[in-house]
């Protein structure tokens, strides 16, 4: 098959969003299929040895959001000319936005069915970026509007099916999950982690993903201002709030406890982290499903995550991890008792590590399955 992901995020960015079509264009290509990503211009480095075609468009910088880029392929000519020399037999979209818009024009223009995932909370993004409410909802109805012009639509989990729904989206809902790769971390990649943020002999509390207020970093710098032990809270990633977190841990007292890592591109490093932590601390509540939480299970490390949040899918309260309410004061418990028992620590790590992560492959290999039934049923329509 001949397969165009249009995404308005990508490498180098390490979102979620960006993450997934990655890992989808990756794996397709690897079974033989021709793909091409369709994404903002950016600094990705040396690009070669990809088994996929990068179709960049110019980007800009946004204000608020300066790890990301935005753009109109629509309306730069090279992006054109190089859309137009493709002749796709499916087009998925990862976005609502411009490079979504594009994807749906591209569909139109050629006859082919467009698959469209829906990954974010758009209302929160939104309400972040402008603070007024009316244009969140409206710009929610918005992103619905937009997936009624899919032929089918996609949903990371059902907790981001039913937010698609209430943003006012008609079409029938397919819950197709993220996957996770389980890969071994090199024990001399940990103990150089280890020893350079100086976790040896504490227990290790882990977040990453973006420094960003919306993930409810708050909650667990809060949380962290209340556990009577000796820890350390690594906080991986990059964001727009990453100095405004670095003062709120000053002006909590426990700065000394907190290692802001910053941007991590190594996937050795990010792996060594995760099997490192004794637990990982997630309880955003923003977030449609929990890529991360899957990636922390993958390395045997448990997580905490807020009940009946899209990142809390999957887990069973002391079992496979670890649930709490969304209050610093019951976060705090929640990591305070599953530090206590070792054993239960560990043996909800293993039960994480067997239950929560699907291969990638496996999510790939049903996309494909997908792919072809969509555009058999599409021909037949035409």
Known sequence: ???????????PVTDGVGSVVYQYALDMAKKGHE???VAPQTDTGYRGGLPFELV??????????KSYKAGFPALDPHCQSRLNMIHADIVHVH?????GQAGILYAQ????PVIGTF????????????????LATVGSKYVGGFYNKCDEVWAVSRHSAQTIQEYGCEKPIKVMANGTDVILPDPKVEKRISKQYGLNGRPVLLYMGQMNWKKNIRCILLAAGLLELDYRLVLAGAGPHEEEIRELAE????????????FISDEAVKTALFARADLFVFPSVYDTSGLVVKEAAAAGTPSVTVRKSGASEGIKNGVNGFLCKDSPVDLAKVITDALADREVLQTAGKTAHDTIPVPWEVITNTALTRYKY??????KEE
């Not at 976005?95 to 490079?99: D, K, Q, R, V």
């Not at 969509?374 to 021909?379: A, F, N």
Request: glycine share 6%.
């Open 251 to 262: 002006e909590i007292g426990i700065a000394d406890k907190v290692i802001l890592t910053g």
């Open 109 to 112: 223009n050629h006859k082919v």
């Open 119 to 134: 990954h974010s909370n758009y209302y929160d993004d939104i309400l972040q970026m402008t603070g007024i409410e009316l």
């Open 35 to 37: 793909v091409y990503v």
């Open 1 to 11: 098959m001949k397969i165009i992901q249009f995404t308005d995020s990508f490498i």
């Open 95 to 99: 976005t609502p936005f411009t490079a």
């Open 56 to 65: 960049d468009y110019v980007g800009f910088n946004l204000a608020k959001l």
């Open 374 to 379: 969509i555009i058999r049923h599409y021909k």
